[in-house]
Structures are given as structure tokens and as C-alpha cells.
């Protein structure tokens, strides 16, 4: 048969020099990996059998098998499991499709040095090619179980790989590894030792679900006493036991990790592992895990759910969605549910009464371990917050159920300190004599929130202010309005009024301010219509001569954009112009306006001060080729 010869996409090629050079010091990996895709194989043959009893496919005996092979140097996993087509293997093996990898090449490109190199490796999951670390050639022989005719994949790693049709080939996959010659320096990579190997499934792979035998090969080298002479029989490497049904006791968290790491693809260990049973008329077992770090998908629509579905200790789906809120896709795991029929499909599942208690129960277990991490170990807890916090947010909006624990655990930027971030409990705890609410603000960055005119009262008067920059966060706190009686407040929106419990300013000089503005504050109404519903004197600015405030139950205009990007139609909401009396440019453009038959210059004066006040926030004005322009025109008048 002919053999064709392929090149490798782009990233594929990259990622391959990466394990041919790698300077990655746990190799040992590389087994784990390949491990886990025959189980995964092996899982879904499976599954197809149980849904097609009519596929032609071999499920008496289902197992992983490592063979070495001294002489010829080298090192085979073998599996019987579902297998891959001719065009299957061309499209999985010689392209990376995952977006996470491509995220990494790029990280890669930037860390130059190898430190941060082997950091980021030990970052991901580079699945079938972490081979390439330790041999020099790969040849891959499959078969589809159902099919007649496997499939011959080999490369050197070095940008090509060839594929050939095989008509032999048994059910399955089988990956030959040629094992880069031995390092007499360095015994502890000698990946034909019959110990190595067994050493490296029983820790990382123990317990895989499939019997993982290793076959006895040729004798071992000099030193190494295996086996006596009589016929050698395969050994099972692994226990097979499932961690979730292990007494919790018994189960190390190197080995809570290892099952961590075999069903995320992640290739650190999580931050946190959650074990929960219960037992009664629905029993159920449940080991979740917090990942230390957001996958790179998380907001993208076809994010995957990481925890799988047993039953009775038998796989059932993968990213099993009913088990477990949207804003909680991150967590990663295992459920394994005593009473559920082996065929249940995810239709079902959704609208299973038992499941969605079970789904209620989870919930609250997760965010009760997270309140737990706040109060035992802050660093962990702002790990897990900087990570999953924009995530869980979408929670304060869809699950008013778990809108309280959600708000315990909640932290945010503040201006009460530049680095460290609040929950709304300690802001409450410091809110200052006679302060009713909650205020915070929305913005693009840190940055432009703090310096935003809205901010001026509240800074000059050390009043705190929550700084939100998640594109979520107008959204929850509109949808949530009020934490332990204290509505939560934008400083951009509405009527500020600290000076009401303020001294200084008395009821008397406001209203005689109001008095004093009364003209300018309708005629600059009426030249700005189009786009302001009023003009009034503010009492946020210290500073600015002019802020734009939107209404107290109009939509800003960053959710506006929000519901625009989602196709909806929402009307324009016309804004607040807010005057600061006190300013010498607001005070002068009120005299000249009461002295002036001819308004026209101060009507683009008006005009400008919109801009202004526009920019300031961070938005556009409407023309900005006018607004320019005008600008433009005053400066060289005032030269
Ligand atoms: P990952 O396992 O993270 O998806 P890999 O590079 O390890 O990435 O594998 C790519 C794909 O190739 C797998 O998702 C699977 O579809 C297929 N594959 C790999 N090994 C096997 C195998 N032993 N049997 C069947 N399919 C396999």
C-alpha cells in the first residue's frame, strides 16, 4: 500500500520542536499521557457498544498494554479500544485543534528563557506528543473498531509525518515509542526498566478504570532480577480502584491530583479538592477539584464542563452539564450515581428531579469550600478569585438561590486599598458615620474609573468606592441592588447628594445657587436636547467643571453597547448633564450668559462642556471631527 507523506500545521510543528528540545525535567510524564488517551479510548468503545450493539467490535477483554522491547529499544502502549479512522488520525494527530495549545505556543514565543519555558510546559496538557520527549521516532498503528482497515502513522517529529493504510492492524490504537538512546548519565530515564514503568503508572495512574498490564518482554538488562525463568505472565500495573469510593483516609492528594490532572488535561495540580457522599434514597458520590488556573476557552460559547458522569464505577459522559451551574463550568470532576440507568442520555439528565437535587446540593458545596478557603487560607482563596471571580459573578445574576453565598464570597477592587481587594463585608465595616449605601463604579480599567469626575466628591470626602472593571459587574449589581440592607450605589448614576448630612453647605446657599443657575441651566438644556434630558448643578465634582450621569434606572451606556452586541434593540437613553458651580468656567459661562444678547459662541461653548464632560468618562463626543475642530478654533484664540 502506498505511503503518503503529510506536513505538519504550523503550531503542530512548533509544538513538536518544543518536546524534541525539551528541557522539561519530569519526562516521565510522557507515559501518563498516553495512559490516559487509551482509557479514554477505551471509554468510548464502550459507550458506542452500548449505544449500537450492532457495531462489530471486540469489548470482551479491555485493557492498556505497555511492552518493551531492550533490543530494539523500544516502548509500546496498546490499546483495545475504539481506535481512529485514516482521516481521524490525519485531522487529531497532525494538527493541534485545541485553542488552549495555541493560547500556549503563544506564551511560549514570549517566555524566552528555559525556566520559564519548563514552567510553562509543566502548564499544559501537550497530550500525545509529550512521546516526542523521549523517543525519536513515533509510529502510531490503528484501527476504528467497526472498520476493516487500520491506519499507519509515523514521524520523526522533525515536520512530516507519513500515513499508510494497513490491512491487518488489530482493534485499537498502538503507539511504538523509539526511544532515544540510553543516558549513561542519567539512569533515572531509562524508560525500558520494567521498575520505571511500574513506578510511573502506580503514581500517576492508578486509577485508571482499565487494567493496564505490562507484557514481560525481552530479559531485562544486566542488574535488574525481574522475573524469574518460568513462562512470564503479564502483571496489572494499576489497582483499578476508583478514588471517589476509597475511604477518604486511604487516598493520598498526590493521588486526588493524578485523577485531577487525567480528566482536565491540566498538567498542575488544582487548588482545591471537594469530596462529597451522599447516601439515602439518592446515592451519590462526588470528587470535584478548583483548577489553579482558568482554561483559556472559559468564555467562549463552546467552553467545555469538566466533570464526568459515572454510574455504579462505570463512565458514562464526559462535561455532563446537568451537574452543575454555567457560572460554575471551571470545576472539574467526578460524579458517580448509585441509581441511574446506564443509557441515560443528557436530554434526560436535565430534566431528572433527582439530578437537579443533586446539582443544587453541589453548588452549595463548592461555594461553601470556597467561603472555607477564605477563612483558612487567604492566598489560595485570592488565587481561586482572580481566576474564577469574573465567572462566578454571572452566578449573582442567574442563581438568586446562592445570591448570598455568592456575595460572601465576592471580593472587588477598592479605592480603600490599590492592591488588596474588599468583600462587601469589611466595606461595610468601615462605611463612615451616617453612610447609607454602597457605591461603586464601572469602568474599562482601574485606571479610568479612578480618575473619572464622578469620583471627585467621593475622593475629596474619603468616602470608598468599589472600582468594577468585568464587563458582568453593571449587570449583577443592577440585578442584585442591595447587600445586608445596603443598596449598592453607582457614583454614576442618579442624584449624588453627600452634602445632605454635610455642615459646610448649607440648604440656604444651595438654593440660592439653583436660583443663580436657574437661566443658564434651561437654555443649555434646550441647546443640548438632542442628547441630554437635563442640565443641573452637581454635587460629585470637586475638579471638573462637568460630568455626564445617567439616569437612576436608565441603562449606562456601556450595558446599551452590551445589549447592542447581543442583537437587541434598546433605545438611546438621553443623559444628565451635571454643572460644577464652583468652577470658574461654569461661573464665567454664567455671567456671560446673563450679560450676552448673542448667544451663539456660548451655545458651542455649551457644546464643548458636553464633549468635555463625554470624554472624561472614557466615552466619544458624537462628532469627534466637530468637536475638534471647535476646540481647535479656542485654542488659537486663546494663544
Ligand atoms: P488530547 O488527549 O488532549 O485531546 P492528544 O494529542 O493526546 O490530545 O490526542 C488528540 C486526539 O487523538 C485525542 O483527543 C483522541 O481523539 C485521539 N487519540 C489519541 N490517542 C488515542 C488512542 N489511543 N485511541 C483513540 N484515539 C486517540
Known amino acids: 500500500m502506498s505511503t503518503e507523506t503529510f506536513e505538519f500545521q504550523v503550531e503542530a510543528r512548533q509544538l513538536l520542536q518544543l518536546m524534541i528540545h525539551s528541557v522539561y525535567s519530569n519526562k516521565d510524564v510522557f507515559l501518563r499521557e498516553l495512559v490516559s488517551n487509551a482509557s479514554d479510548a477505551l471509554d468510548k468503545l464502550r459507550l458506542e457498544k452500548l449505544w449500537d450493539d450492532s457495531l462489530d467490535a471486540d469489548v470482551s477483554d479491555p485493557h492498556i498494554e505497555i511492552d518493551v522491547d531492550n533490543d530494539a529499544r523500544t516502548l509500546t502502549v496498546r490499546d483495545n479500544g475504539i481506535g481512529m479512522t485514516y482521516d481521524e488520525v490525519g485531522r487529531l494527530i497532525g494538527t493541534i485543534a485545541n485553542s488552549g495549545t495555541a493560547q500556549f505556543l503563544q506564551e511560549l514565543r514570549e517566555a524566552k528563557d528555559a525556566a520559564g519555558e519548563e514552567g510553562l510546559i509543566g502548564q499544559f496538557g501537550v497530550g500525545f506528543y509529550s ?165 483559556h476557552d472559559l468564555f467562549t460559547r463552546d467552553s467545555k464542563r469538566g466533570v464526568q458522569l459515572y454510574v455504579k464505577r462505570v463512565f458514562i459522559m464526559d462535561d455532563c ?23 441515560v442520555s443528557r436530554e434526560i439528565l436535565q430534566q431528572d428531579r433527582h439530578i437537579e437535587m443533586m446539582r443544587r446540593r453541589l453548588t452549595k458545596k463548592v461555594l461553601s469550600t470556597v467561603k472555607e478557603m477564605m477563612a483558612k487560607d487567604q492566598e489560595r482563596y485570592a488565587t481561586f478569585w482572580r481566576e474564577f471571580g469574573t465567572v462566578l459573578k454571572e452566578g449573582l445574576i442567574t442563581d438568586s438561590e446562592n445570591r448570598d453565598a455568592l456575595l460572601t464570597v465576592a471580593s472587588f477592587a477598592s479605592t480603600h486599598d490599590d492592591s488588596e481587594p474588599t468583600t462587601l463585608k469589611q466595606y461595610v465595616e468601615r462605611m463612615k458615620e451616617g453612610q447609607e449605601d454602597i457605591y461603586y463604579l464601572t469602568g474599562e480599567s482601574r485606571q479610568s474609573i479612578e480618575n473619572s469626575p464622578h469620583m471627585e466628591a467621593f475622593r475629596e470626602r474619603g468616602i470608598e468606592v468599589l472600582l468594577l472593571t468585568d464587563a458582568v459587574d453593571e449587570v449583577w449589581a443592577d440585578a442584585v441592588g442591595e447587600y445586608e440592607g445596603k443598596t449598592l450605589r453607582s457614583v454614576a448614576k442618579g442624584r449624588i447628594d453627600l452634602d445632605a448630612k454635610d455642615e459646610d453647605t448649607s440648604d440656604d446657599e444651595r438654593e440660592k445657587q439653583t436660583e443663580e443657575y436657574a437661566g443658564l441651566l434651561g437654555w443649555m438644556k434646550e441647546q443640548l436636547d438632542e442628547d441630554i434630558k437635563e442640565v443641573r ?24 453597547n452590551m445589549y447592542r452586541s447581543m442583537g437587541q434593540e434598546v433605545p438611546r437613553a438621553k443623559r444628565i448633564l451635571e454643572l460644577n458651580p464652583d468652577h470658574q468656567l461654569v461661573k464665567g459661562l454664567n455671567e456671560a450668559y446673563q450679560e450676552r444678547e448673542d448667544r451663539t459662541e456660548l451655545a458651542e461653548t455649551a457644546e464643548l462642556l458636553h464633549g468635555l464632560a463625554v470624554l472624561a468618562e472614557g466615552g466619544q463626543p458624537k462628532e469627534p471631527a466637530r468637536f475638534v475642530k471647535l476646540m481647535a478654533d479656542r485654542l488659537e484664540r486663546a494663544l
Open 131 to 295: 512521546g516526542f520527549m523521549v523517543a525519536d521516532e513515533v509510529t502510531l498503528l490503528t484501527r476504528r473498531a467497526g472498520e476493516s482497515q487500520g491506519t499507519r502513522w509515523t514521524s520523526r517529529g522533525e515536520g512530516t509525518y507519513t500515513l499508510e493504510r494497513v490491512d491487518d492492524a488489530p482493534q485499537g490504537t498502538s503507539v511504538v515509542l523509539h526511544l532515544k538512546p540510553a543516558d549513561p548519565e542519567n539512569q533515572l530515564h531509562d524508560y525500558t526498566s520494567p521498575w520505571k514503568i511500574r513506578e510511573i503508572v502506580k503514581r500517576y495512574s492508578d486509577f485508571i478504570t482499565w487494567p493496564i498490564r505490562m507484557v514481560p518482554g525481552t530479559p531485562a538488562p544486566a542488574g535488574e532480577s525481574d522475573e524469574s525463568d518460568e513462562a512470564p505472565q503479564p502483571e496489572t500495573l494499576n489497582s483499578m480502584k476508583a478514588l471517589w469510593a476509597r475511604p477518604r483516609d486511604e487516598v493520598s492528594d498526590d493521588e486526588y491530583h493524578e485523577l485531577y490532572k487525567h480528566i482536565a488535561h491540566d498538567w498542575r495540580d488544582p487548588l482545591e479538592t471537594v469530596r462529597l457522599q451522599a447516601e439515602g434514597t439518592f446515592e451519590y458520590q462526588a470528587l470535584l477539584f478548583l483548577p489553579a488556573h482558568a482554561p
Open 321 to 343: 452539564e446537568a451537574l452543575l451551574p454555567p457560572y460554575l463550568r471551571f470545576v472539574k470532576g467526578v460524579v458517580d450515581a448509585a441509581d441511574l440507568s446506564l443509557n
Open 537 to 560: 448643578l452637581s454635587s460629585r465634582l470637586t475638579v471638573s467643571p462637568a460630568c455626564v450621569v445617567s439616569d437612576a434606572h436608565d441603562l449606562t451606556p456601556a450595558l446599551e
